[in-house]
């Protein structure tokens, strides 16, 4: 059983484009989160959702644009991919409140 | 916001020897500090968590220690083996936010 999954888990493209990465969790969880993991494997939150709502935006591009149809799910899309978007993706979460945070496996974007 | 600072980024032991892993934050309002352990190419995973009402806790060869009047905590891993390398992250959770420390590489020598 998966707890929290995300797709793809490799994803290669070119300058310009733009991409989805997608996250769902089966753990009935009401906070969900979106990380940055750069080559020097800084953990870096970008966003956070509580119950489909937009929590927190750290300071990313609004070519950034988080997704949360359900409260399972909370998709990442990304516009005029950039060099510098590339990275380890990690999608998590976790219960409300002081509890651990479960991660998916993680997305590694590469933009050539 | 939160500030979380993990030392040493590097860290080097004989099998059977002891690790010790420091973070400090910043913000008060931090009420729970998980630890995570990487392994090269996978998701961090918990390994032992502490809440702010609680100054250790233990968990077989793993120990973390809070300290909140100094705003510090620490993570002892002791009788290592070659399967506990891996990156170690701290955190530190309020409003919502895990923040991480910037991780420690420990390699632990067979």
């Known amino acids: 059983d998966t707890a929290v999954s995300q797709t793809p888990k490799y994803l290669v493209t070119q300058m310009g484009n733009d991409k989805s990465i997608k996250c769902e969790q089966n753990?009935?969880?009401?906070?969900m989160y979106w990380y940055k993991q750069d080559s020097k494997k800084f953990l870096k939150i970008m966003f956070s959702?509580?119950?489909?709502?937009?929590?927190i935006n750290e300071t990313v591009p609004n070519r950034f644009s988080p997704k949360s149809p359900d409260k399972a799910h909370l998709n990442l899309h990304i516009n005029s991919l950039e060099l510098g978007d590339s990275a380890v993706y990690f999608c998590?979460?976790?219960?409300?409140?002081?509890?651990?945070?479960?991660f998916g496996q993680g997305t590694r974007l590469t933009v050539v | 916001g939160e500030n979380v600072e993990q030392h040493p980024s590097t860290l080097s032991v004989q099998e059977g020897d002891s690790a010790v892993i420091k973070c400090t934050y910043s913000?008060?309002?931090?009420?729970?500090f998980p630890w995570y352990k990487q392994e090269l190419g996978k998701r961090p995973q918990l390994i032992i968590d502490?809440?702010?009402?609680?100054g250790e806790k233990k968990d077989q060869r793993i120990a973390v220690t809070l300290n909140k009047t100094a705003k510090h905590f620490s993570l002892h891993i002791t009788e290592t083996q070659p399967e506990d390398s891996a990156v170690y992250f701290c955190?530190?959770?309020?409003?919502?936010?895990?923040?991480f420390g910037s991780g420690t590489k420990l390699n632990v020598k067979p």
């Open positions: 959702y509580n119950n489909k709502e937009l929590i």
């Open positions: 753990l009935g969880h009401d906070t």
């Open positions: 955190a530190a959770h309020n409003f919502n936010k895990f923040y």
């Open positions: 913000d008060s309002a931090s009420n729970y």
């Open positions: 998590a979460s976790s219960r409300q409140g002081n509890t651990e945070a479960f």
């Open positions: 502490i809440r702010s009402n609680v």
